[in-house]
Each structure stands twice: as structure tokens, then as C-alpha cells.
């Protein structure tokens, strides 16, 4: 018959186990906490964010009337006569946006389904990498290369071209979003299962119709938040417009025109001499909120 071991001892062998056990749970006890610290902080940044927002838009609508702010086409809040309709900036923003999405999403869409779909391997070595080095170039340069390279090249076309012009400015930024469209686009093109693939040939299916029928279809929805995506990367750019577009806030949807946008208007005011309280200062923060 065998002998038991003794309690005593058995308490001793499994007391490391214990600590061990007891030492897991604090390190996971630890990071999650970590992790709960990350996720609020980013809600009370998130937050403070809105808050100022608001509280100087609220200070900025104390001095100027909401229906002067919406209802007029004037902007001039730098000038002796002030006019503070927004909208020549919503539609500076709005033109330039568009331009900017009319290059991006066609290029960018067909290049992710050509380097996913139809590309060998060579091929795509070469112009994924060359595509994202596009993402890497620092908004400034891109704001130069079109008011240096692009502008005198299309006032070859339209003779009549304002120098500083939302056309240039909405074709660079195109470019400037294009990785943005076309990575995105490839990975939720590449998550669509073969299977799917494999049972259009087995139909009878071609490359071309498996491709724009079958994988496109397949992954909409990943390629509408690419799309998505790049057009708030759209609105919210800044240094291209500020440099290339101008900054003179003209209500027009012609192109060829300076133009104004939010962002490039923050941007002129945050670099004056506007002091903190009055009512061009408010002007800003309305501005991005409006944003």
C-alpha cells in the first residue's frame, strides 16, 4: 500500500506554483489596467478636443450672428470690413476635395485590384514600394511641387489660370492620398477568400470578369473605408492648399481660380498676430468646428 505524502509537504511543493499563478494574474491584472488608461485617455483627448471647440465657438456666436456665419458669401474677418460668411471657404474646401478624389480613388482603386489581381511578382516589387514612398513625402514639398511644377504646366493649358488655383492643389493632393487608396484597397481585396476566385473559373469565368465581378464586389466594404478614409485626409489637408490654392476666399466653383479652403485659413490666422479671445481668434476655432 502505498504511502500518502504528508499535507505539510504537499503545501510546500504546490507554493510555488502558487506565487507563479499569483504573479501571471498581477502582470495581466496590470495590463489591462494599461490598456483601460490607453482607451480613456484617447476618449478624454477626444473630449477636451470637443470642449474647446465648442466653448469658443459659443464665444465667437456671441459676437457674430449664425445667420450671418451661414447665410452670407462674404469672408473678410483680416479686413477693415469684416463679412463673416464661411462659405467661400466650405466651397474652396469642397472643389479641391473633389478634384483631389476624382485622381485618387479611380488610380488608387485600379492599382490595388492590377498588384493583388494581375501582377507577377517583379512587377509588384517594384511599384508597391514606389507607391508608398508617395505616403512618406512631407506635405510641404507636395505643396511646392505644385505651385513650382504643376501650376506652369496647366497655365500652358488655360492660359487664363490664376497662378495660385485650386486645380494644381486638387491634382497633387490626389496623388498625395493615392497610397492611401490603393493599400488599403489591396489588403481588403486580398481577404477575400480563393475559394470565391476558384469557383468563378470553375464557371468559366475570365481574369478580368473574376476581378471586377467577383474579388471588387467582395470587398466593398473594405474599399469604401479606404475611400473613406482618404477623403477626410482630403478635407483636412493643409499644407498643399495653404501653399498652392492661395489664400483668398473667393465663392466660386471655377477651378482655375484662387481659392481659399478651412484648413488653409486656419493656417493664415494661426501664423499672424491674432490675439487669444477676440473675435478673429474665435473665428478660427469656428472655422474648425464648421470643419
Not at 509537504?9 to 507563479?20: D, F, I, K, N, V
Not at 477626444?46 to 462674404?74: A, D, K, P
Request: hydrophobic share 55%; charged share 10%; proline share 6%.
Amino acid at each position: 500500500m502505498a504511502r500518502s505524502t504528508p499535507f505539510p509537504a504537499r503545501l510546500e511543493a504546490g507554493a510555488p506554483q502558487l506565487r507563479t499563478r499569483r504573479a501571471r494574474s498581477f502582470k495581466e491584472r496590470a495590463i489591462q489596467l494599461l490598456l483601460l488608461g490607453c482607451g480613456l485617455l484617447s476618449i478624454l483627448t477626444t473630449l477636451s478636443i470637443i470642449l474647446v471647440f465648442l466653448f469658443e465657438t459659443i464665444g465667437f456666436f456671441r459676437q457674430v450672428s449664425i445667420f450671418e456665419f451661414f447665410g452670407s458669401t462674404r469672408w473678410t474677418p483680416l479686413f477693415l470690413e469684416k463679412h463673416y460668411g464661411v462659405w467661400p471657404l466650405v466651397i474652396g474646401t469642397l472643389v479641391v476635395t473633389l478634384i483631389a478624389v476624382l485622381v485618387a480613388l479611380p488610380l488608387g482603386l485600379l492599382s490595388a485590384v492590377y498588384l493583388s489581381e494581375f501582377a507577377s511578382p517583379l512587377p509588384r516589387r517594384i511599384l508597391k514600394p514606389s507607391l508608398e514612398i508617395l505616403a512618406g513625402i512631407p506635405t510641404v514639398v507636395y505643396g511646392y511641387f505644385a505651385l513650382l511644377f504643376v501650376t506652369p504646366l496647366l497655365r500652358h493649358l488655360f492660359p487664363g489660370m490664376d497662378y495660385f488655383n485650386g486645380l494644381s492643389a486638387g491634382i497633387v493632393m490626389g496623388f498625395m492620398i493615392l497610397p492611401m487608396v490603393s493599400s488599403i484597397s489591396e489588403d481588403a481585396i486580398y481577404a477575400v477568400p480563393q475559394s470565391l476566385r476558384q469557383a468563378a473559373y470553375a464557371m468559366g469565368a475570365t481574369k478580368f470578369e473574376v476581378a471586377t465581378k467577383v474579388v471588387v464586389p467582395a470587398a466593398l466594404s473594405g474599399i469604401m473605408a479606404a475611400f473613406i478614409l482618404a477623403i477626410s485626409r482630403a478635407v483636412g489637408e493643409t499644407m498643399i492648399v495653404a501653399i498652392a490654392a492661395g489664400q483668398t476666399p473667393n465663392f466660386t466653383l471655377n477651378p482655375l481660380r484662387t481659392m481659399e479652403t478651412m484648413t488653409a485659413y486656419v493656417v493664415n490666422v494661426a501664423t499672424g498676430d491674432a490675439e487669444a479671445g477676440d473675435i478673429v481668434w474665435g473665428s478660427v476655432f469656428t472655422v474648425g468646428a464648421t470643419l
